[in-house]
């Protein structure tokens, strides 16, 4: 009886590493079919134009959308004359750091890839172009256009020339392509960069050079997701021109001084305030996400103080625009997964202006009230006061803490006591002490 347990506790062990062994095989095996079954896909991210803030920003957010759809790889099309160095170096170390496979191809045909878009182009997993275009002339320039100092120059040569050689070196690329088009702004057409090494791929179309680039990384193929631009890009792209933020930052540090010389003017300050901003993140000193929350931030405060100040609307419009303007940058359903629709973004600011515009209203048909005689003349009227200033021909009171221009059919001066006989306006009709009967 004894031997008959032990070899019923045997069977039992055996059946049951046969079972988990099993259960094992079946798991790796659907495993498998879920990955193979899984539809493949690339993101396809269109760069046009000069490259900018906004350039970064887009790359950025394709980036993340690959990897959000688990993409296998991501199309680049380049079509740019060069642009920010600064920002060209962002979107080479996203490149670099990329774990999914990056193909880069100039187009479309008659397209370029010049200075900052041919430095783009040798940090990509796999570069190519289209026929009738040309790629090449990276030499450093002043983004004003004018001339360098000769060791500015020299030193801005060697600098980003050592960089471009690294990167052709990473990415087994053309040296010699890599140092000419810095040192000496040599450009190449299509042929000449496939035959100096500059390019892998020479492609009769965009599809065709994505079929050659996956077979060459060896990656599936798939549907391809087109990143359009939307409101935010626009926006980005608008305000990422160095000479228009460069004029935004001036104009914002006018605004701002005019209003800390003249305490009380308000629409400056708020202008001032909102261009700030707007330009730091032109000039990529401020992310674009807490750009959206600074301005955000900011159109709070205003409204805020609407409640408290006597700005004439200026802190509610400046409030409400840049509430506007956070929604859109701060929502990116790309980076995050986190959508929020166009009419919300903007139709809540929207409907926020129209209820101050309402309650505008409100208020200034209660002041017409009561027979025709406004809150003011109620409060004020009868009351005696003393001229406090002058400006110019002008001589102003202070009624409750408000400040008053007076309208007197005689004579007044500074200290005189005068009697408010009603308003006119934004003015206090009133009539001097001294030439009121006495009783």
């Known amino acids: 009886m004894g031997l008959f347990e032990v070899r019923l506790s045997t069977w039992r062990g055996l059946l049951a590493i046969t079972l988990l062994v099993a259960a094992m095989g079946v798991v790796s095996a659907v495993q498998a079919w879920s990955a193979t079954n899984v539809p493949a896909c690339t993101v396809e991210i269109p760069i046009e134009g000069a490259i900018s803030t906004a350039s970064d920003d887009f790359l950025a957010r394709g980036l993340a959308l690959a990897e959000r ?59 190519g172009a289209l026929p009738a275009t040309n790629i090449g002339a990276a030499t450093p320039i002043s983004g004003a256009g004018n001339a360098l100092t000769d060791d500015l120059r020299a030193k801005l040569i060697e600098d980003t020339k050592s960089w471009a050689v690294s990167l ?33 791929i020479r492609a009769t179309s965009v599809s065709d050079f994505y079929e050659q680039s996956s077979a060459k990384q060896q990656v599936v193929t798939g549907r391809r997701i087109l990143m359009e631009r939307d409101l935010r890009e626009l926006l980005l792209s608008i305000i990422a021109d160095p000479e228009f933020s460069y004029l935004l930052f001036m104009a914002a540090l006018a605004l701002l001084y005019f209003e800390v010389t003249h305490p009380g003017a308000i629409a400056p300050g708020v202008t001032g305030a909102l261009l700030l901003l707007v330009s730091l993140i032109a000039f990529h000193k401020l992310d674009v996400v807490w750009g959206g929350v600074g301005l955000m931030l900011l159109g709070m405060a205003f409204l805020v103080a609407e409640a408290f100040v006597p700005s004439f609307g200026a802190l509610g419009i400046g409030g409400i625009l840049a509430l506007g303007a956070g929604s859109v940058l701060l929502y990116d359903p790309a980076s995050g997964g986190l959508s929020l629709s166009l009419w919300l973004s903007l139709g809540v600011p929207i409907t926020l202006g129209l209820a101050l515009f309402a309650v505008g209203i409100v208020l200034f048909r209660s002041r017409r009230s009561a027979g025709g005689e406004s809150l003011a003349e109620a409060g004020i009227v009868g009351i005696e006061v003393a001229i406090d200033h002058q400006e110019g021909e002008q001589f102003f009171v202070t009624v409750r803490g408000e400040i008053w221009r007076v309208q007197s059919e005689r ?29």
């Open 69 to 127: 759809e688990n993409c296998a790889s991501i199309l680049l099309t380049l079509n740019t004359p060069g642009g920010s160095l600064q920002t060209t170096r962002s979107m080479v170390e996203r490149i670099m750091a990329s774990s999914i496979p990056i193909f880069c191809v100039v187009a479309p045909e008659g397209g370029h890839a010049g200075s900052a878009g041919a430095l783009i182009l040798l940090a990509c997993h796999v570069s």
């Open 411 to 439: 004579s007044v001066a500074i200290g005189d006591r005068v009697r408010i006989l009603g308003v006119k306006g934004l003015r206090l009709v009133v009539l001097p002490l001294a030439a009121v009967p006495s009783k």
């Open 168 to 200: 052709a070196k990473k990415r087994n690329r053309s040296v010699e392509f890599a140092e000419k088009m810095i040192t000496e702004a040599k450009a190449y057409d299509v042929d000449s960069a496939l035959k100096i090494g500059a390019i892998e």
